[in-house]
């Protein structure tokens, strides 16, 4: 191969064809695979794939994504959500998630990793299709699917680090650096000498998604982890590529940031008058947090910084708790005002992959408390002015946990694994052992039982998920903030009013019945929605109507909520 001037090697090679396997050998050494490769079919360690992405027959010429303020997302990892597995598997679930009334189908890291088992965070070849889940036409067949349904798909990327088994990116060029360290090992070298190349090929790597597969969003893992100090900062860089793509393409194209920074600079706009980095939202994990200490009274590590209705109430309101006040688990101040962004930036969940998977078991909300609070926290999220996330097989209750598993082929590395795990969790005062990570036992407990949808009381919660997402579609309340957010004991009330109607809905968080004051504005408001009515499982039922412009006295059920609405027009519903 022969160096050009900016230190690439290239070469021409006549007479190859797509399926033909081929590696680079570095100063006379070993053979190593392409570190953007298309696709590794024998693992991290073998030769790569020509690939021709271009030839796939897409029928998806009308289809023009969907935007974050119309968005439901639906978290899910390939590997477990199907017996089988694979990108294929997944497209027969397709119309009963549609049916559901999310509208965003969200994989988990699909980057090649190192064996068949891994939550894909270990990914080495940014480019490449994990061999385990199917070939790279198959996920395109997928995607093609999921358009036909009316379904957007966003795919989780990981930019602060690579995996440590397969990794062989630093052979090639200065990849990473040791001025900056992250928690899963080196740090990506995004402005330190020769970091323009570095950061284009993340870049590249982020529009080869989009652009051969039709993924409609990208979720970037952990970007507070990401490390640049530069003037032009590499997410910057990152949002005005992927917007240039969706003016050229002429499709919706929308990029999420994990972040626990709680910086609202990271969702406001690029550009020489602004001073954000051009993310279109980012996760609010306060609001888990807020919401998860509510129902469970679990106070231990970062939990300790909630706990309270309060909490909740100013999460709601604002998008996130900590605005620059004083954190106590920090031990810091803690964040910047959220006031700048719209709330359908703020994307919310009570579960997912991380709050789940990162427990000593892997044991779901469903496992921590009872069908009653599974509704409550549904309201909570489902009905807020945020975009939420669901978790696969939230929507039923799904009881199998979602451990934490891998399949290195490194022995060291797998009991270093092992190791750090049960140190990390021992350090949160958790006595036992934890399930190894590297077993495949771990991994086939992860996987999700669909059949208990069709169970109860699991199907009754998959129709009250299916009705609270209708209703919030059908009144129009995402990105609508609160006219008022009312603290009471052990219960919040929220007031918005939409283009549509007046809705106000009480929160109630008690463990005992609790009669709650609700002050409602004048006329007549009807009920809508009443988590504890019989219809939904529940011990008794509130009024169908009630007169406003008065305290009206309710006795709620506990972990319960009702809705009621004024509405402005005629709105066409079923209740059960």
């Not at 270093?416 to 495949?440: C, L, M, Y």
Request: aromatic share 12%; proline share 6%.
């Amino acid at each position: 191969m022969e160096r050009d001037s900016s230190g690439y090697f290239h070469a021409v090679v006549d007479g190859l064809e797509p399926g033909a396997r081929y590696s680079f050998r570095l100063d006379r050494g070993d053979t190593r695979p392409d570190p953007a490769s298309r696709f590794q079919p024998d693992g991290v360690h073998a030769a790569s794939q020509v690939i021709d992405p271009s030839t796939f027959g897409w029928t998806d010429q009308v289809w023009k994504g969907v935007a974050l303020r119309d968005t439901v997302l639906y978290e899910l990892h390939v590997g477990t959500y199907t017996r089988e597995g694979t990108f294929a598997a997944l497209i027969p679930h397709l119309d009963r998630l549609a049916d559901l009334g999310v509208t965003t189908i969200e994989l988990m890291p699909i980057s090649q990793f190192p064996g068949g088992r891994n939550w894909g965070y270990d990914g080495v070849f940014p480019f490449a299709v994990q061999n385990s889940y199917g070939n790279p036409s198959d996920l395109q067949k997928f995607v093609d699917a999921a358009h036909s349904k009316g379904l957007a798909v966003c795919l989780d990327v990981v930019y602060n680090h690579l995996g440590p088994e397969g990794n062989y990116l630093n052979e090639y060029g200065p990849y990473f650096t040791d001025f900056y360290h992250t928690p899963w090992g080196s740090a990506l070298n995004f402005d330190g000498r020769q970091s323009d190349h570095v950061r284009r090929f993340f870049i590249e790597s982020a529009l080869h998604w989009l652009e051969q597969f039709h993924f409609d969003a990208l979720r970037l893992d952990a970007v507070h982890s990401i490390y640049d100090a530069s003037a032009n900062p590499f997410l910057a860089e990152l949002s005005n590529a992927v917007r240039a793509l969706s003016k050229r393409v002429g499709r919706e194209i929308v990029l999420i940031a994990e972040s626990d920074l709680n910086d609202a600079r990271m969702a406001l706009p690029t550009g020489p008058e602004a001073e954000g980095l051009g993310m279109h939202g980012q996760w609010s994990d306060d609001f888990h947090h807020s919401l998860h200490t509510l129902v469970t009274k679990e106070t231990a590590g970062y939990y300790q910084d909630f706990g309270t209705v309060h909490h909740l109430a100013k999460t709601i309101s604002n998008g996130w708790y900590y605005d620059g006040i004083y954190a106590p688990h920090r031990e810091r101040r803690h964040g910047n005002s959220p006031l700048k962004l719209e709330p359908e930036q703020f994307v919310v969940c009570i579960q997912n992959h991380d709050q789940v998977g990162n427990r000593a078991l892997g044991d779901r909300i469903s496992n921590l408390t009872d069908v009653e609070g599974l509704k409550l926290v549904a309201g909570v999220t489902l009905l807020s002015p945020f975009t939420p996330m669901l978790f696969m097989g939230e929507e039923y209750g799904e009881t199998a946990p979602f451990q934490y598993f891998i399949s290195h082929g490194d022995a060291g590395l797998v009991e270093a694994v092992r190791n750090g795990r049960q140190a990390e969790f021992s350090h949160f005062g958790w006595k036992g052992t934890i399930p190894d990570p590297q077993a495949e036992a771990t991994f086939e407990r992860s996987r999700l039982d669909h059949s208990l949808a069709t169970k109860e009381p699991h199907r009754t919660l998959r129709l009250f998920y299916k009705t609270l997402l209708e209703y919030r579609r059908s009144r129009r309340l995402c990105n609508v903030r609160p006219t008022a957010v009312n603290e009471l004991p052990n219960a919040v009330f929220v007031l918005r009013t939409t283009e549509v109607s007046s809705v106000a809905v009480l929160f109630h968080f008690g463990d005992n019945t609790a009669t709650l004051p609700l002050n409602l504005p004048p006329g007549t408001w009807s009920k809508e929605i009443d988590s504890a009515a019989l219809g939904w499982k529940g011990p008794s039922a509130l009024p169908e109507k009630l007169r406003g412009g008065n305290a009206v006295q309710l006795t709620l059920q506990p972990r319960s909520f009702v809705v009621y609405e004024q509405s402005n027009e005629p709105i066409q519903t079923q209740k059960p």
